[in-house]
């Protein structure tokens, strides 16, 4: 299984979108959604988030991510986060951590590769993604 994911925010905070394309035996699935009022790095989990929470049972999967945030935390500062009750070395809470404790509970059922991709560098699942988490984005701006 591969997935690959994107958020986009219209401001920051602001309208925001994500959007994230999953893929096998030759099969895709589009997701899409988003909030009127949020940050970027808020929808990029989302993204990972909606995705893996689609899938059916236990899976073997590459997420493709050009977000350093979404990539780091999820395979460098989430365990340490953990073991530090979500809380930074200087005490302070840590950000979107109800979206790390989802993230974190449905890593623990799929096994996750995380690969990083540039963003804007013409990978074309990675600018499909783009292009539609800021369609949605667009959507919430009109709505609110």
Request: glycine residues 10%.
């Amino acid at each position: 299984m591969e997935i690959f994911v994107d958020g986009a925010c219209l401001g920051n905070p602001g309208p925001g979108g994500f959007a994230a394309l999953l893929r096998a035996r030759g099969k895709e699935r589009v997701l899409t959604g988003g909030e009127p009022q949020t940050t970027n790095n808020r929808m990029e989990l989302r993204a990972a988030i909606e995705a893996l929470k689609a899938l059916k049972r236990p899976c073997r999967v590459k997420i493709y991510t050009d977000s350093r945030y979404l990539l780091q935390g999820a395979t460098e500062w989430l365990p340490r986060w953990e073991r530090a009750g979500f809380r930074l070395s200087g005490g302070k809470a840590v950000k979107n951590r109800d979206l790390w404790e989802e993230l974190s509970r449905l890593l623990k059922v799929h096994q996750v590769e995380w690969i990083w991709v540039e963003g804007h560098a013409g990978h074309p699942e990675n600018e499909r993604c783009d292009r539609l988490a800021r369609e949605e984005a667009r959507k919430w701006k009109k709505d609110s």
